[in-house]
């Protein structure tokens, strides 16, 4: 009896992997092929070839485009460039980029940027913060950026036992963000975690006194941006192909409001600093992402969501590309009536629009 019951354990449970084994190729969009959306006055952006997985704009104009990314299952066309942060000033006729230097003992070696965010403080010094996964751990940078230098000062490395897997992080205050986890698992079992949709990852609240998991259930928490009043946080879960809507509480704690369905895998998401638009970095066919094929490059995708608290939220695509020539976007961010699109491990996107 004991061997009949295992057999039919074993039995029910290789049906479930093969069910979610089927159901891979839907929620990858393994069919999808994306329709050509390019405004007319865009460039590639001199000096980057190896991925700009974030984006991060100050008030001035000021962008900084993280670049290097190292990440399991990813395309890496530069294995052995450490990362690197860049700056361009979207003021400029003709912006370009340039090499942030990056002084005070920090290891540039191990460098893997993934997920930015930047901080103003009250004297107007600009802090950078930047997912860090060095040898694959994951750790939290902050910078100070010299404006004069144009250069990058190493301040400090935050650790914890809860910053597992991080992908992106929203600044609230000194030392104080917000951080999401896309994999539960850092080992083998990702993939068996990946099948299964065990959706066991988080968005993480980190201060000085207080570490805290605020929002839980996602299949993998990926991009992470707030709203321009400071009331709301938005949350994309990448394999479940939506942004969660969620309203920050008094102790930090995140309640979700609603989540808006989308057509395509959603990766870093940014605010709009003129209109509050979430714009997002999407992928639009991710077995091209994961199964590289220079013959069949994944495409690219940037949507616009205006009103994401109303019922009926207006979406709308700002670019689209088959991989021609930007392959892989994961992020969208504007300034001015210009538009900057990076990329997980391809190039980066210049639009005047």
């Known amino acids: 009896m004991g061997k009949l019951v295992a057999l039919i354990l074993l039995g029910a449970g290789l049906a479930l992997v093969w069910e ?41 104009g000021l962008a900084f485009i993280s670049n290097g990314l190292k990440y ?54 600009v802090y950078l913060y930047v997912v860090n996964h060095p040898h694959m751990d ?17 301040l400090k490395t935050i650790k914890h036992k809860l910053l597992k897997s991080v ?18 698992f850092t080992n083998f079992l990702a993939l068996f975690e990946f099948v299964m949709d065990l959706r066991w990852t988080h968005v993480l609240f980190y201060s000085p006194r207080e570490v ?11 991009g992470i941006t707030i709203s321009l009043d400071k009331k709301y946080i938005y949350v994309a879960d990448i394999l479940y192909k939506n942004i969660h809507v969620m ?23 940014t605010a709009d600093p003129d209109t509050g638009d979430i714009l997002a970095g999407c992928h639009p066919n991710a077995i091209k992402l994961l199964m590289y094929n220079t013959e069949d490059p994944p495409g690219s995708e940037v949507l616009r969501i205006r009103n994401a608290l109303s019922e009926k939220p207006v979406i709308s695509t700002m670019y689209a590309n088959n991989g021609s020539v930007l392959q892989g976007s994961s992020v969208a961010s504007a300034y001015g009536g210009k538009l900057l699109i990076g990329t997980v491990f391809h190039k980066a996107l210049y639009c005047e629009l």
Request: net charge negative; proline share 5%; glycine share 6%.
């Open 138 to 154: 994951s750790t939290v940078e902050i910078f100070k950026f010299e404006e004069q230098q144009r250069s990058l000062v190493y």
């Open 167 to 184: 992908n992106d992080i929203v600044v609230l205050g000194p030392e104080q963000f917000y951080a999401t986890r896309d994999r539960y």
């Open 212 to 222: 805290k998991v605020v929002a839980s259930g996602f299949s993998s928490a990926n």
């Open 247 to 269: 309203k920050i509480q008094d102790n930090w704690d995140l309640t979700q409001l609603k989540a808006i369905q989308l057509d395509t895998l959603v990766d870093n998401l």
């Open 20 to 60: 979610r084994f089927l159901t891979l190729g839907e929620r990858l969009n393994a069919h999808r092929e994306v329709e050509s959306v390019e405004p007319q006055n865009c460039r590639l952006i001199e000096g980057i070839e190896n991925g700009s997985e974030d984006i991060d704009i100050l008030p001035s």
């Open 72 to 125: 399991s299952g990813m395309p890496d066309l530069a294995p052995d460039e450490p990362g690197r942060i860049f700056l361009m000033d979207l003021n400029e006729q003709n912006p370009r980029v340039q090499e942030l230097n990056i002084s005070g003992g920090f290891d540039k070696a191990s460098f893997n940027p993934h997920g930015m965010s930047t901080f103003i403080d009250k004297d107007q010094s």
